[in-house]
């Protein structure tokens, strides 16, 4: 085994294709980190039915196209452990056992329960949402890590899985160790917003939901359509206009694409420089910043995928297997 100390992250295959603000916020570290740490790379499908599970046939899908896009991005399969959740069962078996020891007030004051609760309204509130922070938990304490890499709103999930933790420890004996959060340094990029604007003109975060993304895996020409689209300084009519490239979207993405971007905000904010050239700027800078990414994507094959994940699901099962003899022993169950 490599001598790397470990981490573990995941994302949900809620959609079939990953944008660049999970690139950004949260993919692009992972690449970063690879190089140091022995990376654990979930695809976390039990996750998703938490919110999907009355259409589940879209999640085995759309979890080989997640894997497909980590990989695209750099995450390196000969290094990187990536696998499906789903297939590795100690995972939920680990679920159930954490799930005793964690208190419900624990479950009902984590705030991202309420916001989905409202999201999937009250007759779809199931056992599994609630249980959803336990279910990460065990996705993390499988594999004893050192770290978690995340963003910053997955903070609250870290701390309950921290939680439930030591309070196996206490019950059971010191069986999980103790686990830092690997949040992203560069804050902006973990911010990047979306494409359009709320009802009051202010920026909102990128999200499938709200149909304000760029995709990883598309063509250069919808990434050019969309940013044509994109929302920027509202009462910046012509170019002379001056412009606000803290309320602008077209700005904030240049800020991370474009080396001049500071040049381009100065020269936008005393309008001598119109919208329609940071649109073609940031076009320019934004696919030439993903082609690397399109072109890996293009040549990973479903057979690739497979073969990839197989061998990832052996790797991970082989680490989580030994954490479950520890939990069964302390547990006293045979
Ligand atoms: N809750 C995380 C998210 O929505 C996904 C996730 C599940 C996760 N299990 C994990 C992240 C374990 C890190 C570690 O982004």
């Known amino acids: 085994m490599s001598d790397k100390k470990r981490i573990l992250s995941g994302m949900q295959p809620t959609s079939p294709r990953l944008h660049i603000g999970n690139y950004e916020g949260a993919l692009r570290n992972w690449v970063e980190l690879q190089k140091t740490y022995k990376l654990y790379c979930c695809v976390v499908d039990w996750h998703a039915l938490t919110t999907m599970a009355e259409d589940p046939n879209q999640i085995a899908l759309n979890s080989r196209e997640v894997a497909k896009d980590y990989v695209a991005a750099g995450i390196d399969p000969s290094e990187t452990v990536v696998f499906i959740q789903s297939h590795v069962k100690e995972h939920a078996e680990l679920h159930?056992?954490?799930?005793?020891?964690?208190?419900?007030?624990?479950?009902?004051?984590?705030p991202t329960f309420k916001e989905k609760q409202q999201t999937v309204?009250?007759?779809?509130?199931?056992?599994?949402?609630?249980?959803?922070?336990?279910?990460?938990?065990?996705?993390?304490?499988?594999?004893?890590?050192y770290g978690v890499p995340v963003g910053r709103d997955q903070a609250p999930h870290l701390e309950i899985s921290r939680e439930i933790a030591r309070r196996f420890n206490r019950l059971y004996g010191e069986v999980f160790p103790e686990f830092v959060n690997l949040i992203p340094e560069d804050e902006s990029r973990a911010k990047l917003p979306g494409l359009d604007a709320d009802d009051e003109g202010v920026l909102r975060k990128m999200s499938k939901s709200y149909d304000n993304c760029i995709y990883l895996n598309e063509t250069p020409e919808e990434t050019a359509q969309k940013i044509m689209g994109a929302f920027t300084t509202p009462s910046k009519m012509r170019k002379t206009d001056p412009g606000i490239p803290e309320g602008c979207a077209v700005c904030q993405f240049l800020r991370i694409y474009s080396p001049q971007w500071q040049t381009q905000?100065?020269?936008?904010?005393?309008?001598?420089?119109?919208?329609?050239?940071?649109?073609?700027?940031?076009?320019?800078?934004?696919?030439e910043t993903l082609r690397p990414i399109r072109d890996r994507r293009a040549a990973i094959s479903d057979d690739d995928i497979e073969a990839i994940l197989a061998a990832g699901a052996v790797k991970a099962r082989e680490f989580a297997a030994c954490t479950m003899d520890d939990v069964r022993e302390a547990m006293g169950l045979r």
């Not at 609630?130 to 890590?145: E, F, M, N, R, T």
């Not at 020269?267 to 320019?284: H, Y």
Request: proline share 5%; charged share 25%.
């Open 121 to 145: 309204g009250a007759e779809r509130e199931s056992y599994g949402l609630l249980g959803y922070p336990v279910l990460q938990a065990a996705d993390i304490l499988l594999y004893k890590p």
């Open 265 to 287: 905000w100065q020269e936008d904010r005393e309008g001598v420089r119109g919208c329609m050239q940071n649109k073609k700027e940031l076009i320019e800078a934004l696919n």
């Open 96 to 110: 159930l056992l954490l799930s005793m020891v964690t208190p419900l007030g624990w479950l009902e004051r984590v």
